[in-house]
C-alpha cells in the first residue's frame, strides 16, 4: 500500500496532544500492522468454492479504523489497552466471516504475531480474559435524534 495512503490513518485525535512520542511511534506502527495482517488474512483466506464466504474488501479494513478512532486516551490511558482494543476490532471485523473452528485458529494465529511487531509481552494482550469492548453513551453526552 502506497505510504501516503497508510499516513492518512494515521491521526487517532483522541491520543495526539497528551501523548508520549513512544506511544504516537507504536500508533503509526499499529497503522503499518494492520495493514500487513489485513494482507496476510487475504493470502490465507482465499475464496474458493468451498469457502466463498472468504470475500475480504477494504471496507473491512475501514471497519478496523473506525473502530480504533473511537477511542481516547480518556477511556484507554494504556497503549497495552489500545492493543487490545485493535485485537478486538480485527476479530470483530474478520471473524465474522469464518465459519469453521480452524479458521478461528488460524485468525488468532495471525493477530499473535502483533506483539512481536511492536515488541510487546503477549501475556499482556492476550491474558485468559476475553477480550471485549463496547461503546455506551455517558450520561452527559447529547443525545442526538
Not at 88 to 101: A, N, P, Q, T
Request: with cysteine; proline share 3%.
Amino acid at each position: 500500500m502506497h505510504q501516503s495512503k497508510v499516513s492518512s490513518f494515521q491521526p487517532f485525535t483522541g491520543f495526539r496532544p497528551k501523548t508520549t512520542n513512544s506511544f504516537c511511534k507504536k500508533l503509526s506502527r499499529i497503522v503499518r500492522c494492520t495493514v500487513e495482517k489485513y494482507k496476510q488474512i487475504i493470502k490465507i483466506f482465499l475464496p474458493v468454492p468451498k469457502k466463498s464466504n472468504f470475500i475480504f474488501k477494504l471496507r473491512d479494513l475501514s471497519k478496523v479504523f473506525q473502530g480504533l478512532s473511537l477511542a481516547t486516551q480518556k477511556t484507554l490511558p494504556e497503549l497495552t489497552s489500545f492493543i487490545r482494543l485493535w485485537v478486538h476490532e480485527m476479530i470483530r471485523v474478520f471473524s465474522d466471516w469464518l465459519l469453521e473452528e480452524k479458521d478461528h485458529v488460524d485468525l488468532a494465529l495471525i493477530l499473535k504475531t502483533v506483539t512481536e511487531d511492536l515488541n510487546m509481552d503477549s501475556a499482556q494482550i492476550f491474558s485468559k480474559e476475553r477480550i471485549l469492548f463496547g461503546d455506551f453513551i455517558e450520561k452527559d453526552q447529547d443525545m442526538k435524534s
